[in-house]
């Protein structure tokens, strides 16, 4: 098999992203005329949720047999599961690699690596694991990375690593190809941008003001402290507020808890760091609250896009004191979208020129 190293820039909602990639990879599955019992397609993921969430997606469209192996999770388990031969294995980089190490997980058949969310998977935190994952395979395994969002420096390190890989023998027709899907404009055409302006440390408050004059039907809220989630969701508790929180600290049993109760609709409100707001796909999210200003412009496009999914509109507010209003005018005319301002006035949330 000759090479290739894909990254789709995705702009669809995520089980058309996932199905993009799925949907050719099991059909070369299925029609191979004589299909060997070894791991062909390995699916690295930079979280558990949606890790399970890719696993959930082959099991709906193919008898395939896959495994899910993620950190955190025994690795007694995994190691009994990968005994029943799956074609596909899902997992995050690092329980992969180290499966591999253990020579638990056969990689030398290994036909494609998905990299789903690449440039999450290539950030510092993560890249060493993503690397090593890297090369481990074999020198003509097809790479596929998956993201809303492609940075050039997602796609040179992906050209480094595969350059690592084959020794920087490959030709012109082998390089990076970026294939990117249509783009539905939702950040601009389905979301409609708020503003409320706080002190740091009335931010709470104001988010609690906040639900009690939406009163969202799904609401999620994202701050990048993950100290801070057990603060808001103690905070909102105490004022009756049904919420949960989720990190990447939070254990796989409370997680998946946490996941389905708000999928379902059975929790309101949902606070979190930037780790939910990676390709998870749970319907009906009315609003998005920020509470504060992420640094880059990928990641305030990732936590915006949970709402205004398939077809449906929604909320984006980001809550922030002064420097962060700052900030987001700045971002506002960099992405082209237009931001409202609104205040809270006499338990109803309200234009400025409203409160005069």
Not at 73 to 91: F, H, S, T
Not at 96 to 115: M, N, Q, W
Not at 310 to 332: K, S
């Amino acid at each position: 098999m000759q090479q290739k190293k894909i990254l789709c820039s995705k702009a669809k909602r995520a089980p058309e992203k996932t199905l993009a990639y799925l949907l050719p990879l099991i059909q070369r599955l299925e029609t191979e005329e004589n299909p060997s019992k070894a791991v062909k397609i390995l699916i690295a993921s930079p979280t558990y949720e949606l890790a399970a969430q890719i696993k959930v997606q082959i099991q709906a469209v193919s008898k395939v047999k896959c495994a899910l192996c993620i950190g955190g999770a025994p690795i007694a388990r995994q190691i009994d599961m990968l005994k029943e031969k799956p074609q596909i294995v899902i997992g995050g980089a690092a329980r992969l690699l180290e499966l591999i190490h253990l020579k638990k997980l056969k990689a030398d058949s290994t036909e494609v690596l998905v990299l789903d969310e690449a440039d999450r998977l290539l950030s510092p935190e993560l890249r060493d694991s993503t690397e090593g994952l890297l090369e481990r395979l074999p020198a003509n395994v097809e790479l596929i990375g998956n993201s809303a969002t492609v940075s050039d420096y997602t796609r040179k390190i992906l050209q480094k690593a595969r350059d690592g890989i084959t020794g920087g023998k490959y030709s012109e027709e082998d390089a990076i190809k970026l294939v990117t899907l249509p783009l539905e404009d939702v950040l601009r055409k389905r979301i409609e941008h708020w503003a409320i302006f706080a002190e740091r440390r009335d931010k709470i408050d104001t988010l609690r003001s906040f639900i009690n004059a939406e009163k969202p039907q799904k609401l999620i809220v994202f701050t990048a402290r993950t100290d801070q989630i057990e603060n808001i969701v103690s905070k909102l508790a105490y004022r009756k507020i049904d919420c949960a929180g989720l990190s990447g600290k939070t254990d796989k049993k409370n997680r998946k808890a946490a996941i389905d109760r708000f999928r379902s609709g059975k929790l309101p409100v949902l606070v979190t760091t930037d780790l939910a707001s990676r390709g998870l796909d749970i319907p009906g999210i009315t609003h998005v609250v920020q509470m504060d200003l992420p640094e880059t412009t990928d990641f305030f496009i990732h936590r915006a896009g949970r709402t205004g999914r398939a077809g449906n509109t929604g909320i984006n507010c980001v809550i922030g004191d002064e420097r962060e209003m700052e900030n987001y005018a700045r971002l506002e005319k960099k992405i082209h979208i237009k931001v409202y301002p609104k205040i809270l006035y006499g338990g109803k949330l309200l234009a400025p020129e409203d409160c005069e």
